[in-house]
């Protein structure tokens, strides 16, 4: 466990923030509101009592109804909301009346629960209360806080485990033995709480920890109090170390983990029953830390790593169980191809009989999940941890880290002992966590592009177009101001679905390193956008030899390249893929002066369409866009118009705004052409929505000369 044998947790109350806390929420939802907000933030910030969406928090205020009376009122953490950047909008505010009402009743089924918090809603509009709402309801204390803390579940986890939660945090904490999240741990936690109301908190085996208080500073400091006693004792009991049976430098773990990443993306894909696009494919997200490297390295590192995972929150995310591969072949990459198929082949039929064991006990309307794992722990890596997007993917790399921490702890101290299988199987498939991950996604989310020439205006409005619809992009260009200028503003807006990479694609070194990043990132890559490109003006009379074969390089070479490196990519992830060059109108109509451009990007053009006839076998289209005369992407400028510009506007006698209207003039459609529209024409190509590969298509306005034909 990271921190168990530093210093406790220490309190970051701060009378400054919690006042400020109150100026900013205070007005919309009043002072105990805002407090709470401010504390819950507290605990959502600290990756060692909860995990994105994990734990709860909940005030008991008054508010006043329709009919003008103060009634008792429950404000509790909406389901899936997450506490690091809780808002009054991931709030549920209850009638708190009604719900003490509740526990009179002896059972109450989790759908008849869940309509009785959704139909006592002040707002209708508020999300799903928490599934431990009404044991947050039945704790009378006017402030309860709700943890999945690793020192706590370092202590529950393991034989004997109730005897050394009393032993490290005394009589008055409360001990439980385990019972399944909704209406029957709220009745064992009131109960208790009735049974010992001095208590200071109460620990839920194999499950977190609850806290109270009259005030936001006392629940919230009453919960660290209660942790860092747990932290002590974890720390003074830890007396063995986890015997390496052998030691992996953390940089060639990383240069593994893109190696790997991409054969194990292809294996987790899951068949779609789309002909067009036939897999539904996932991120992969590698934890590659000491820790971890520690612990798959270890000798027993197998037999921990096949228990199950510390707490029943997590299980709708990883799993009850991680894959294990046995001495990964690294130097062999053939061999490792057959480790992993071999993996997730014997995972996916232990999962199907775990199932089959339980499916009596499947609550109507919940459908199993694929068979795949989501976590996959590999000595001398660390572990590959998937999910629809890189989000999920994430979520599953942080559980899995504190997964790890805690078992790590624990073989220190102990013998693990994880929940058994029927309650893992219950919790896997409650309805009520499921409902988390329920939601449509936009139509891009599980895929990876990367953008060649992204800090160009044509490239930037492509990287985009691809961010807005779900997409994961590793945007490249050379490495310098202008690569992290765009990286910045689309990290802005998208966050972590954009990587980038510094990348020259005449280098052929430096075109497998960009694509190793994009393993590295987000797994693989599904997408190839050819952009990056060089222009020269000159008549054919006066064109330099070396200017000349500068355009072949870039334009030619690099095309080449990153084909050949696309098609390696995708041959390991066996789950298809596009390309789309951006090529121009001047293939079909090109211009004086303009010769080593149009004669470079027509051979482009052409290994393009070779392409589209190579990669057809492996499930890869290969397809081209020809913008005409996008000039800019907002503020950013074309780079290839700040070098043909002035000699055009020269022959012209034009301004930049006059040369803008000549272009714009000579279409059909009289249309000023955008960045957006040419993105618009890539996303047409990579959701495939036609049975289309080896076409052109033309993003000019109409320019009868340049016609495909």
């Given at each position: ?30 002072e ?21 969406g ?9 508010r ?6 103060k ?23 209850l009638?708190?009346a ?35 709402a ?5 704790i ?7 943890t ?31 019972v ?18 001095d ?5 839920l ?22 942790v860092?006693?747990a ?7 830890a ?21 790997a990443?991409?054969l194990?993306?292809g ?10 696009r ?34 029943s ?5 990883t799993?009850?169980l ?50 795949k ?18 989000r ?28 058994p ?12 966590q ?9 139509r ?13 205006a044509i ?21 310098g101001?202008?690569?992290d ?35 590295a ?14 222009a ?46 951006v ?6 109509a ?19 369409r ?33 070098e ?5 506007m ?52 109409g ?7």
């Open positions: 466990m990271a921190r168990a044998a530093g210093p406790a947790m220490r309190s970051r109350w701060s009378d400054a923030d919690a006042r400020a806390a109150v100026e900013r929420w205070g007005g919309v939802c009043g105990d509101v805002a407090l709470r907000l401010y504390t819950s933030r507290l605990l959502g910030a600290d990756p060692a009592l909860v995990l994105h994990g734990g709860n928090t909940s005030v008991k205020t008054t006043e109804n329709a009919l003008g009376e009634v008792a009122a429950l404000w509790v953490k909406a389901s899936g909301a997450d506490l690091a950047s809780l808002e009054p909008s991931g709030l549920a505010c009638d708190l009604w719900l003490l009402r509740l526990r009179a009743l002896g059972r109450l089924s989790d759908a008849a629960m869940v309509n009785e918090l959704r139909t006592h809603l002040f707002d209708a509009s508020d999300g799903t209360p928490s599934i431990e009404l044991v947050h309801a039945w009378p204390a006017r402030f309860v806080d709700h999945h803390a690793d020192a706590i579940l370092a202590l529950t986890n393991q034989r004997g485990g109730e005897a050394l939660v009393r032993e490290a945090l005394g009589d008055d904490v409360l001990v439980l033995p385990y399944k999240a909704g209406f029957a741990l709220a009745k064992a936690s009131a109960d208790a709480f009735e049974r010992r109301s208590a200071r908190a109460m620990v085996m194999k499950h977190g920890v609850i806290t109270w208080g009259e005030s936001a500073r006392e629940s919230y400091e009453r919960m660290l109090a209660v860092a006693d932290e002590r004792f974890v720390a003074a009991r007396t063995r170390r986890l015997r390496a049976a052998h030691a992996t430098p953390i940089e060639q773990a990383r240069a593994r983990a893109a190696r990443a991409p194990l993306r294996l987790l894909a899951t068949p779609s029953g789309d002909a067009d036939p897999f539904q494919r996932v991120v992969v997200r590698a934890l590659v830390e000491p820790e971890a490297l520690a612990f798959a390295d270890a000798e027993n590192a197998r037999a921990l790593a096949l228990s199950p995972t510390v707490t929150d997590h299980l709708i995310r799993k009850a991680p894959a294990f591969v046995e001495a990964p072949a690294w130097d062999d990459a053939e061999r490792l191809r057959e480790q992993l198929t071999a993996a997730v082949g014997a995972y996916e039929r232990d999962y199907a009989a775990y199932v089959e064991r339980h499916r009596a006990r499947l609550p109507a309307g919940v459908a199993p999940a694929d068979a794992p989501r976590v996959v722990v590999l000595p001398g890596l660390g572990a590959l941890c998937a999910g629809p997007d890189v999920a993917a994430d979520v599953a790399r942080d559980i899995t880290r504190q997964t790890l921490a805690v078992k790590t702890a624990i073989a220190a101290m102990g013998e693990y002992e994880g929940l299988e029927q309650d893992l199987f219950d919790m896997e498939f409650y309805s009520l499921q409902a988390k991950l329920a939601g449509a996604r936009p891009l989310a599980r895929e990876v592009a990367l953008v060649t020439g992204a800090a160009g490239g930037a409005g492509i990287a985009r177009g691809l961010l807005r619809e779900g997409c994961h992009v590793v945007a490249t260009d050379l490495a101001e202008r690569l200028a765009l990286l910045a503003e689309l990290r802005g807006e998208f966050g972590e679905r954009v990587a980038g990479a510094g990348l020259d694609v005449a280098d052929a070194e430096s075109v497998a390193a960009g694509f190793a990043a994009a393993c990132a987000f797994g693989g890559v599904d997408l190839v956008v050819i952009n990056a490109g060089l020269h003006v000159a008549p054919l009379a006066d064109l330099e030899l070396e200017a000349f074969r500068r355009l072949e390089r870039v334009n030619v070479e690099g095309t080449l390249l990153l084909l050949r490196e696309a098609q390696r990519l995708f041959a390991a992830q066996r789950t298809g893929g596009d390309v789309v060059l090529s121009t109108k001047n293939v079909f090109p211009g004086a002066s303009f010769g080593a451009y149009s004669a470079t990007k027509a051979a482009s053009h052409q290994l393009a070779i392409a589209s006839l190579e990669l057809a076998p492996l499930g890869v289209r290969v397809n081209m866009v020809a913008p005409d005369a996008v000039f800019s992407d907002g503020a950013r400028k074309s780079g290839l118009w700040q043909v510009g002035p000699e055009r020269k022959a012209r006698g034009l301004d930049e705004r006059g040369l803008e209207e000549y272009y714009r003039e000579r279409n059909l459609l009289k249309a000023r052409v955008t960045a957006e529209h040419v993105a618009n024409a890539v996303i047409f190509l990579a959701t495939r929505q036609t049975p289309t590969t080896g076409a052109t298509i033309p993003v000019d306005g320019l009868p000369d340049a016609t495909p034909r």
